[in-house]
């Protein structure tokens, strides 16, 4: 029994694992905030790249 209180006590202390969890939290936070911020600015070049393309093939009369 006191082989197993120790164990016990042992895993609770161990933090070998903590800083890798941590980075990848902030990895993960970081690449959510970048894929939003690309998207939110990306949609509104890629609209107007389309309304140029549109403008620049439309047939003159």
């Known amino acids: 029994?006191?082989?197993r209180r120790n164990h016990r006590i042992s895993l609770l202390?161990?933090?070998t694992g903590a800083v890798f969890v941590?980075?990848?939290s902030v990895l993960l936070?970081?690449?959510t905030i970048t894929a939003a911020?690309?998207?939110s600015?990306?949609?509104p070049l890629v609209d107007?790249?389309?309304f140029a393309q549109l403008i620049l093939a439309?047939?003159?009369p």
């Open 29 to 31: 936070l970081v690449g």
């Open 37 to 39: 911020a690309t998207y």
């Open 41 to 43: 600015l990306g949609r």
């Open 13 to 15: 202390d161990d933090t």
């Open 1 to 3: 029994m006191g082989d």
């Open 58 to 60: 439309l047939p003159f």
């Open 48 to 50: 107007y790249y389309r």
């Open 22 to 24: 941590e980075y990848v």
